[in-house]
């Protein structure tokens, strides 16, 4: 009786271990063949393809290119950040700049993926945000800060030019669901830029939140 | 049990002993390489499983810890995104007198300022949705100031030019019918001023029972559009939403809002003293405990029992006499400024037969915006379950819900039937509360009727109506509404009251408030009595005056149809004085003809206020469907100025005239926060940065540990 219980026991804690071991797998490499294919969605989308979904069930597409060179990173952002499209690759937040638009514009990924490279940006490292024009604008990173996630002046569309890359912290915790955001913020660095013309006044943050979009 | 313990010796100590009676046992002779191998393999894997234990303990432990040392990020920040230093404080205390079924309410705001600067202070608080605000007084230490009405933009002048040269001043501003802003500007460091705002109101009366409500917090409420790049730019712009296309004065709509407040934060004091002249049943206030005192025969006093509150949800109360048989009739009569006015309210009686009802096809809209979070949407849930049972074979229906997404039920309206409802009952269970509220989209849906069946097609709308874009539903219901009725349900603890009453006005239907679960039963019943059909319909008054001399204005005009337990209510204004107004009209199937005496009413201060208030109303309803704004402007604006109200387009403004403020002393400009309705949340409300961490290192950890518990209890078993 005993005997067969703990077989039992035995065989499921294998078969549990093996299944989180295979998704904890999975996930990471999801993250790394999105990337993949969106490389080539992201080349049709410079050649001006009207639908660039890079698979034909895609309920995203791809946006821009986030590029590093130091650390050698090269990224597709996707649109949009709900769970399923962070899963592929960095997200554009809606209802923050666009990427090539003169504004706040601000991009999430998963800290333990796309954007765990974020904790070895450095200050006055450069970022360049390529969008679907070609256009390329070249960013610094001016400052490294923590945020509470109910801090959505993060996300102020009339905030002045800026990118912002926002990912969860601490980056090495085992349990997801921190309230707790780390966040770049990069300044334009590249005024003279075509895509640069007609920019707003800027404005400083000052809502204390925005309603959920 | 010896095998057990050998496990543990193992674990524990690796004797040497124990080792080799189990291989003995296993078949391993001693000194075999690959059973010693093994059993090395063992023990490392065993000590690791354990340590691995450890570490998934202490590491979720470990990020346990990060999350309740960091500060809470909730924190107010002035405009130049520093934090912002502590604002007016504030204290407000209400007092109601009810006489017969007028209301006169006084809302006194203490505006204290314990800063050693001098400040402004900026509060954004709703009245009713149909208060006539006719006063303003400004007291400082030994002053009273009467306020006085002027044109918006020069009431704003006025006071920019005094909060310039130092003087003590204030603006009470309508932003919408419900939602007013006092700005008082030049507090003096460590001093009180209080502002007195009186206004007008008449009682509610329904189904024999007599209510009002006082609203104490506006809800934040959702801000569709796209941001305008300039500010709108007038001083009591403090909002935490930008100005957007679609509700060009969100700035001022949307106080900042303080989470988790403290409980004396903004504490309000109310009593109510009702003379009403009969011996009362019951006096009901559902939402704050109150103390009842009984005056005098027929004169009550109502006071909270907590003394002060929070201002966080609305304040209702309901009274009923024991007289029968019941009120019918109503009149109160004025003479204000040589013209004579009149309200005059009267209970239609029952009818005997109601026409032959058509079939039905009703359509529920629910509100899943993530304002409805927490209560309200359970409050939501039960009233549909509850409208759902209700469903009589024959009729046809349909469920949507609307946050800033669209979903229905079924493509089209259903049959009732065993299927559809049980359909129905789990998508309504099913219901969360979570996102924006793109409000008109789900309006314009609901109202929209393909099929043009002959169907009674009725719309019930359950929301809080937390959104700025009012006028927009309202216009789109003023377009769409077609043959169909569209009847509002306000749920929670502060429904927007100005989007309940006239988006129903605009559908010609009715509203309903349903503040907890316990009142569901009872409001959707109401609901279901009035949805079988309006009881009076068609109704014409002719008004008879002493001399032959008219210039009678009515309103409304025409009468809009009554549903069951509704009074006919009437405001008059006349050069004459009235003897008799004769009412006719279709009740049910018969013909209703009644003749009113207007001589001997009671006599009602302020019954001019309550007149040329819903004069206003009638303008502002006119702007909706298509009306000159010029035109409606200027007509507001005369009745505004001579009636002494505050409208969208006048204010109340009081000065000083002693300059305070030193020419060189700074003025500080400061939001006085609002709390968070009761029973919202937050997050739901304000939403989160997006989650960004994977479960990937979680299941490694687990994965790691299911495989080392596995091998574990395998040896034990072996």
């Not at chain 2, 933009?153 to 003087?167: D, L, M, N, P």
């Not at chain 2, 460590?190 to 809800?219: A, C, D, H, K, N």
């Not at chain 2, 609901?527 to 001399?547: G, H, I, K, M």
């Not at chain 2, 540990?705 to 091998?711: P, T």
Request: hydrophobic share 45%.
């Amino acid at each position: 009786m005993s005997l067969r219980w703990r077989r039992l026991g035995s065989v499921l804690g294998f078969v549990l271990g093996a299944g989180c071991l295979l998704y904890a797998g999975y996930v990471p490499a999801k993250a790394w063949l999105a990337q993949v294919l969106l490389e080539a969605a992201w080349q049709r989308t410079l050649t001006g393809v009207s639908d660039p979904r890079p698979w034909p069930w895609a309920d995203t597409q791809p946006l821009a290119r986030l590029s590093q060179a130091r650390l050698g990173v090269n990224q597709i952002v996707l649109a949009g950040s709900s769970g399923r499209v962070l899963a592929f690759g960095p997200g554009h937040i809606p209802g923050t700049a666009r990427p090539g638009q003169s504004g706040n514009v601000v991009l999430v990924g998963h800290r333990d993926t796309h954007f765990a490279w974020l904790q070895d940006l450095r200050r006055g490292d450069q970022l360049v945000l390529q969008d679907a024009d070609r256009n390329a604008l070249r960013f610094v990173v001016m400052q490294k800060a923590v945020h509470h996630e109910a801090d959505l002046d993060l996300l102020d569309p009339l905030a002045p030019p800026q990118l912002r890359l926002v990912t969860c912290y601490p980056f090495d915790a085992i349990r997801p669901g921190t309230p707790w955001r780390y966040v770049v913020t990069a300044a334009l660095s590249d005024t003279a830029h075509p895509a640069m013309d007609g920019l707003p006044p800027g404005m400083p943050g000052r809502s204390l939140y925005q309603p959920a979009y | 049990m010896t095998q057990v313990k050998c496990g543990r010796e193992i674990t524990l100590k690796i004797p040497a002993a124990s080792m080799r009676r189990r291989s003995a046992e296993t078949g391993i002779t001693p000194g075999d390489t690959l059973g010693w191998l093994g059993l090395l393999c063992r023990a490392a894997f065993i000590g690791l499983s354990v340590s691995l234990i450890m570490a998934v303990l202490i590491l979720l432990g470990a990020s346990e810890a990060q999350a309740a040392e960091a500060p809470p990020g909730l924190v107010l920040y002035g405009p130049a995104g520093e934090p912002m230093g502590p604002a007016p404080q504030l204290r407000t205390d209400v007092t109601i007198e009810v006489t017969g079924m007028l209301v006169r309410v006084r809302v006194e705001q203490r505006f204290s300022n314990p800063n050693g600067a001098w400040v402004e202070g900026v509060y954004v608080f709703p009245l009713p949705e149909d208060a006539a605000v006719d006063r303003l007084q400004m007291r400082y230490g030994e002053r009273l100031i009467e306020g006085e009405i002027q044109e918006r933009r020069q009431a704003e002048k006025t006071y920019q030019h005094a909060r310039a040269k130092g003087q003590v001043t204030s603006l009470l501003d309508q932003q919408r019918a419900n939602i007013f802003t006092t700005a008082v500007a030049n507090i003096p460091p460590g001093e009180t001023v209080t502002v007195q705002i009186e206004y007008q109101q008449p009682v509610r009366w329904l189904e024999g029972e007599f209510s009002l409500r006082f609203p104490m917090v506006v809800g934040p409420r959702y801000i569709p559009g796209r941001p305008l790049q300039s500010e709108s730019g007038t001083a009591t712009a403090h909002g935490w939403a930008a100005d957007t296309d679609q509700v060009p004065d969100a700035s001022q709509i949307t106080p900042p809002v303080v989470v988790g407040a403290a409980e004396g934060f903004n504490p309000l004091q109310l009593r109510v003293v009702l003379h009403v002249g009969l011996v009362l049943a019951d006096i009901d206030s559902p939402y704050h405990p109150v103390r009842v005192e009984v005056l005098a025969p027929g004169e009550y006093a109502v006071e909270l029992t907590d003394g002060a509150v929070a201002a966080e949800r609305d304040f209702v109360l309901r009274w009923r006499p024991t007289l029968a048989p019941q009120p019918a009739a109503a009149l109160f009569n004025e003479q204000w400024q040589g013209r004579h006015y009149s309200l005059l309210m009267v209970m239609p009686p029952r009818p005997e037969a109601l026409p032959q009802g058509r079939g039905r096809e009703l359509i529920l809209v629910v509100d899943t915006s993530g304002s409805m979070h927490g209560a309200s949407i359970e409050q939501a849930r039960v009233a549909l379950l509850s409208a759902l049972q209700r469903l009589k074979p024959g009729d046809r229906f349909n469920v949507i819900q609307f946050n800033h997404t669209l979903r229905q039920l079924f493509d089209r309206a259903m049959p009732v039937d065993q299927a559809s409802l049980q359909r129905a009952r789990s998508y309504v269970r099913g219901l969360k509360a979570d996102g924006g509220t793109e409000m008109l989209p789900a309006m314009r849906r609901a109202l929209y009727d393909p099929t043009a069946s002959g169907l009674l097609r009725q719309v019930v709308f359950l929301t809080d109506g937390a959104v700025g874009n009012e006028q927009a539903m309202f216009e789109a219901v003023a377009q769409d509404i077609g043959d169909s009725r569209l009847f509002t349900v306000g749920i929670g603890s502060a429904p927007n009251a100005l989007l309940m009453r006239r988006a129903a006005q605009l559908g010609r239907g009715t509203f309903t408030y349903i503040g907890s679960t316990d009142e569901v039963e009872d409001k959707v019943a109401a609901l279901f009595a009035q949805l079988s059909a309006p009881v009076l319909t068609d109704v014409q008054l002719r008004w008879d005056a002493e001399e032959p001399d008219g210039s009678v204005v009515q309103t409304p005009l025409p009468v809009p149809d009554l549903y069951a337990g509704e009074p006919l209510v009437v405001a008059v204004e006349s050069g004459r004085r009235l003897r008799s107004v004769h009412i006719e009209g279709r009740l049910g199937t018969q013909v209703w003809r009644h003749t009113a005496r207007l001589q001997g009413g009671a006599d009602g201060a302020g019954v001019h206020a309550l007149w040329a208030r819903r004069m206003i109303d009638d303008w502002m309803a006119r702007q909706v469907t298509g009306e000159d704004r010029a035109a409606v402007r200027d007509a507001v604006l005369r009745l505004a100025l001579e009636h002494h109200l505050v409208s969208r387009y006048t204010s109340l403004v009081a000065v000083d005239k002693t300059p305070r403020r030193p020419s060189s002393g700074e003025l500080q400009s400061a939001a006085v926060p609002a709390r968070l309705p009761a029973g919202w949340s937050a997050d739901a409300v304000f939403g989160r940065l997006p989650a960004t961490a994977t479960p990937a290192p979680l299941f490694m950890l687990l994965g790691l540990l299911g495989l080392a518990l596995g091998w574990l209890v395998r040896e034990r078993g072996a």
